[in-house]
């Protein structure tokens, strides 16, 4: 039976939960309870990381893509080969078509309104985004930034968060839809919802916010939990995925391009890591080229870190 871990998200050390003024432990129960009801007492596979709750997996068993790509390469007699679409497919860089139309619903609780406006940046493959908290629904608190050096400075935000919800829940001075315009930016979302295709998942939302460098750090940590989500929904499959698509690729990139322009001897990719010659014969070649020439600079994040 499914239940919410509730530490990884009340215990996030750079939350801040307005527990006085919205009923946060109360939602939490009703949301976990009809998680239950919804979606696990459906047949789906529900799986949490952190702050995300992969919901709704559509190639359950991975029997969609199987008929789907077995259809595509005309194997009539062998259907549900689930693993046609990952050693026929994507390991020959043919089409991603299997998976196209196949979708993973997350639901995002605790989450802040920044990493909400990197996430619906994506709408090629996001058939579905349920943003309660962009309408009328109160903020929950406030997420510190990861790059706060000054903690104590960001007390003032939870007091705006507070003259927000004073204004237009308690007081009924003004709308919450225009008074959440004094909000910060950085205020805790209701739970929300996002759906993406898994092709866009793992072509451009884990590519872009994970395994390419630079992304902020907040939303590093939101997409590596819906990462940590589709693995616990199938491993084997995402496992594969991350082989054709993860963050070596982007060291191959630059290896590739660095040993075309400078046309490097294996002598001087020795000399680069204090090697000798007769050494470099015998060193492991994939290793020695991502040690050098794929070696990636630090990103502006890194730098402030």
């Known amino acids: 039976m499914f239940e919410l871990d509730r530490s990884a998200i009340l215990e996030h050390p750079r939350l801040r939960f307005l527990t006085d003024l919205v009923p946060v432990h109360e939602h939490l129960d009703n949301i976990e309870k009809f998680i239950r009801i919804c979606f696990e007492e459906q047949g789906w596979r529900v799986a949490q990381a952190g702050r995300v709750v992969a919901l709704r997996a559509t190639d359950q068993d991975r029997l969609s893509s199987a008929f789907k790509a077995s259809l595509y390469l005309g194997k009539y007699n062998d259907m549900a080969n689930r693993d046609r679409f990952l050693r026929s497919m994507v390991a020959a860089g043919h089409s991603y078509e299997p998976i196209r139309g196949e979708t993973v619903l997350f639901l995002y609780i605790g989450v802040a309104k920044p990493v909400y406006d990197h996430l619906i940046t994506y709408t090629v493959g996001r058939p579905t985004r349920i943003a309660g908290g962009q309408r009328a629904n109160v903020p929950w608190g406030f997420e510190l930034p990861v790059e706060a050096r000054h903690p104590e400075e960001y007390e003032e935000e939870l007091e705006r968060i507070r003259e927000v919800i004073r204004l237009a829940k ?17 205020y805790v979302m209701p739970p929300f919802l996002l759906e993406f295709s898994e092709e866009a998942l793992i072509k451009h939302v884990f590519r872009q916010r994970l395994f ?5 750090g907040a939303t590093v940590e939101v997409v590596s939990d819906m990462l940590k989500a589709c693995l ?10 991350i082989e054709y698509h993860g963050p070596h690729i982007q060291q191959w990139q630059k290896a590739m ?29 994939y290793d020695l080229l991502m040690a050098t020439v794929g070696k990636l600079p630090p990103s502006m994040w890194d730098r402030m870190r």
Do not use: C, H, Y
Not at 212 to 216: D, I, L, P, T
């Open 170 to 186: 308690q007081e009924r001075t003004e709308q919450m839809q225009a008074a959440r315009a004094k909000l910060p930016v950085g």
């Open 212 to 216: 390419e460098r630079g992304a902020q």
């Open 232 to 241: 616990a929904i199938d491993e084997e499959k995402w496992t594969f995925l």
């Open 257 to 285: 391009r660095t040993l075309r322009k400078e046309r490097l001897s294996l002598r001087q990719l020795a000399e680069m890591e204090n090697l000798s010659p007769e050494e470099a014969l015998d060193a492991d070649l």
